[in-house]
């Protein structure tokens, strides 16, 4: 009897590194646009990650992609990432930057939630508390010490309301593009073509004069480093997992990112989070697993 993982095994354990790279996004991002501006920054972190993903994955056949897909659900990628890059930079400091994040971390179940309205998925019942579950945990995270008011939570978001909005359809273009990704892509991976646009905006927007890499820190270009690897390494092994892989185990822990994200914005970049907070986090995750649950459990 061999101890050693098999193949699946294997795949498993590489594509759960996935939700950890993921956890690590929010801090990265937030770091790196603070340090060199919205434009460069992501361009810079854009164009790396590309390198990384080209010599990971090779150049992708763009003939092998129907043109709907190329024209309007990889786009929403696209979308996905200016909404998210946006809210972040807008935020105001490491614990509205988390609020964001958490805003945007709806996205699990809202693929879901798409997957039975628009792509033919099968669901139970409790589908719907599940997204209403995961909605409360959004306003036990804004709400803070003195829970769901909805009064007080309006007036916390009317004071940066960009950046909540951002996120939210952030969340809300990547549950079109994954619907879209299953339905049309046919079994194609993307990834390299949507970073490679994503350096190309963020690019224009720099060559325009928006942003300035000479004041970067030290810190600064690691979190470059650190945030291409993250980032195309969490896509390529996704990716690998899925494919050969055990596909319910890294769904699963794909919907602990919250979790990991919050852990390590308290490190990088010095969020504080109180009890109340991390208790919406927990609301958020078990919603999301609970949608999860409907379409999985479905007979």
């Given amino acids: 009897m061999s101890f050693l993982p098999s193949a699946s095994h294997k795949a498993t354990l590489l ?17 790196i646009t603070e340090q060199f501006g919205l434009a460069a920054g992501l361009s ?51 614990q509205q930057t988390v609020e964001v994040g958490m805003v945007n971390y709806l996205w699990p179940c809202l693929v879901v939630l798409f997957a039975v309205l628009f792509n033919g998925q099968k669901a139970r019942w409790w589908i719907v508390p599940g997204v209403v579950i995961s909605f409360l945990g959004v306003m036990l995270v804004l709400g803070g010490e003195q829970g769901i008011q909805p009064g007080e939570i309006w007036l916390h978001v009317q004071q940066n309301p960009w950046s909540y909005v951002l996120a939210f359809c952030g969340a809300m273009a990547w549950a079109a593009y994954s619907n879209f990704t299953r339905a049309w892509s046919n079994g194609q991976n993307p990834t390299l073509i949507v970073f490679a646009i994503d350096s190309v905006l963020f690019s224009c927007l720099w060559a325009a004069g928006y942003g300035d890499i000479s004041h970067g820190s030290f810190m600064g ?10 980032m195309g390494g969490s896509y390529a092994a996704w990716s690998y997992g899925v494919t050969k892989g055990n596909i319910t185990i890294l769904a699963i822990a794909s919907y602990f990112t919250p979790v990991l994200s ?10 504080s989070l109180d009890g109340a907070f991390w208790q919406g986090v927990a609301v958020i995750v078990f919603g999301s697993l609970l949608c999860w649950s409907s379409t999985v459990m479905r007979k």
Avoid: H
């Fill in 262 to 271: 919050c852990l390590f914005a308290t490190v990088w970049i010095g969020a």
């Fill in 221 to 230: 270009w690691v979190s470059v480093v650190v945030g291409a690897a993250a």
């Fill in 44 to 94: 810079i972190l854009y164009i790396s990650t590309c390198v990384f993903l080209f010599f990971l994955l090779g150049r992708p056949k763009l003939k092998a992609y129907p043109r709907k897909y190329l024209f309007l659900g990889i786009p929403m990628a696209n979308v996905c990432s200016i909404c998210f890059s946006l809210s972040l930079y807008l935020s105001d400091g490491g």
């Fill in 15 to 31: 594509g759960l590194t996935a939700p950890l790279c993921w956890g690590m996004s929010v801090g990265l991002v937030r770091s």
